[in-house]
């Protein structure tokens, strides 16, 4: 038969409501009587019945992520701590992908499941500020990726034009001078796509650099066919770069298989930047110097934000929250040592 709070008070020899508190972790438990009540915890096996906790609170205990594909390994390492950061918390993720598609976005905005989740986690490619207007704020929402809404929504973000000036002064550092960049898009100005090539610019002109638009290489998408293609198509029309920082660490990936096709070295030839960290650019053939966003920040602030919006639906949120990053050196701008 399931271990109920009454038994493990009698085994521990105290109330029903401490046990309670120390199930709840409630602060103002003494050291010893946590240990006390602990103790008979382990000894009973006693699990919480989370559902009955959720349902008590008006809640289902789940809460939704929405990414735009989880076949990217970017999109599936977040969503692995978005999960892992919920746990702790004894609340469980559902995940849903949109496609980068503004129609599924907004759908998911709006709250289409609204009935079977406490709140959601978006990550939005499309997603315009008007498209979020006049939406139902009984549902709380907090939104990851760098553009910027201006709406009183939670916002979870990395600084994108310094992460990317970061990577292009290490290639700077490195003697290189004609750095392309693979992953350009014509969308909204505070797209991360944008912001990525804003930094790029940016920290060639301090440099004393031309950022000529033959260094710019535009690309449908963001997988390892685009950054192929785009690396082909610059390659083919007489531009050599001495260097590329990609959008991505996919794009970046396509674009060393193309150079290496070509009779180009990495690094020597040619040094590559990616972006993102993911698993698959410390194993290659030759290993990906990259921006690593801190994944398990993101979850963990995304998290919070959104658990707080529960436990406070009438404060207003905290707008933009920062997430760290550093830059990863590895084989594709070093060498092998």
Same mark, same amino acid.
């Given at each position: 038969?399931?271990? /109920?709070?009454?038994?493990?008070?009698?085994?521990?020899?105290?109330?029903?409501?401490?046990? /309670?508190?120390?199930?709840?972790?409630?602060?103002?438990?003494?050291?010893?009587?946590?240990?006390?009540?602990?103790?008979?915890? *382990?000894?009973?096996?006693?699990?919480?019945?989370?559902?009955? #906790? !959720?349902?008590?609170?008006?809640?289902?205990?789940?809460?939704?992520?929405?990414?735009?594909?989880?076949?990217?390994?970017?999109?599936?390492?977040?969503?692995?701590?978005?999960? &892992?950061?919920?746990?702790?918390?004894?609340?469980?993720?559902?995940?849903?992908?949109?496609?980068?598609?503004?129609?599924?976005?907004?759908?998911?905005?709006?709250?289409?499941?609204?009935?079977?989740?406490?709140?959601?986690?978006? /990550?939005?490619?499309?997603?315009?500020?008007?498209?979020?207007?006049?939406?139902? *704020?009984?549902?709380?929402?907090?939104?990851?990726?760098?553009?910027?809404?201006?709406?009183?929504?939670? !916002?979870?973000?990395?600084?994108?034009?310094?992460?990317?000036?970061?990577?292009?002064?290490?290639?700077?550092?490195?003697?290189?001078?004609?750095?392309?960049?693979?992953?350009?898009?014509?969308?909204?100005?505070?797209?991360?796509? !944008?912001?990525?090539?804003?930094?790029?610019?940016?920290?060639?002109?301090?440099?004393?650099?031309?950022?000529? *638009?033959?260094?710019?290489?535009?690309?449908?998408?963001?997988?390892?066919?685009?950054?192929?293609?785009?690396?082909?198509?610059?390659? *083919?029309?007489?531009?050599?770069?001495?260097?590329?920082?990609?959008?991505? &660490?996919?794009?970046?990936?396509?674009?060393?298989?193309?150079? !290496?096709?070509?009779?180009?070295?990495?690094?020597?030839?040619?040094?590559?930047?990616?972006?993102?960290?993911?698993?698959?650019?410390?194993?290659?053939?030759?290993?990906?110097?990259?921006? /690593?966003?801190?994944?398990?920040?993101?979850?963990?602030?995304?998290?919070?934000?959104?658990?707080?919006?529960?436990? #406070?639906? &009438?404060?207003?949120?905290?707008?933009?929250?920062?997430?760290?990053?550093?830059?990863?050196?590895?084989?594709?701008?070093?060498?092998?040592?």
């Amino acid at each position: 038969m399931r271990v /109920s709070l009454k038994d493990v008070a009698e085994r521990a020899g105290v109330s029903i409501k401490t046990v /309670s508190n120390v199930v709840n972790n409630y602060q103002h438990v003494t050291p010893a009587m946590r240990a006390r009540v602990q103790k008979a915890i *382990d000894e009973l096996g006693y699990r919480p019945n989370l559902t009955a #906790r !959720h349902l008590r609170k008006g809640r289902t205990g789940i809460i939704a992520l929405a990414v735009p594909e989880l076949g990217n390994p970017y999109f599936a390492e977040l969503a692995g701590a978005v999960i &892992d950061a919920a746990a702790e918390h004894d609340v469980t993720v559902l995940l849903d992908h949109t496609r980068g598609e503004r129609e599924q976005e907004v759908l998911v905005c709006q709250g289409f499941r609204a009935r079977v989740i406490d709140g959601l986690i978006l /990550s939005p490619l499309e997603l315009e500020p008007e498209d979020m207007r006049g939406l139902d *704020d009984d549902m709380p929402l907090v939104l990851l990726g760098e553009r910027e809404y201006g709406l009183p929504y939670d !916002h979870i973000a990395i600084d994108n034009v310094a992460a990317a000036r970061t990577a292009v002064r290490h290639l700077l550092g490195r003697g290189r001078t004609r750095i392309a960049y693979l992953g350009a898009r014509t969308d909204s100005a505070n797209s991360p796509a !944008h912001l990525r090539l804003e930094g790029w610019r940016g920290e060639l002109a301090d440099a004393g650099l031309e950022a000529p *638009d033959t260094l710019v290489g535009a690309t449908g998408g963001w997988d390892r066919g685009d950054g192929a293609e785009a690396m082909a198509r610059m390659l *083919d029309s007489g531009v050599r770069p001495d260097a590329v920082f990609a959008y991505n &660490d996919l794009v970046a990936i396509g674009a060393m298989r193309v150079l !290496h096709e070509r009779g180009l070295r990495v690094p020597w030839d040619v040094a590559v930047v990616g972006f993102d960290d993911i698993a698959e650019g410390r194993f290659g053939a030759v290993t990906l110097t990259t921006v /690593s966003p801190d994944k398990q920040a993101i979850a963990r602030l995304a998290v919070r934000a959104l658990l707080r919006r529960l436990e #406070r639906p &009438d404060e207003r949120p905290g707008g933009e929250l920062a997430a760290e990053f550093r830059l990863v050196e590895r084989e594709s701008t070093l060498g092998r040592r």
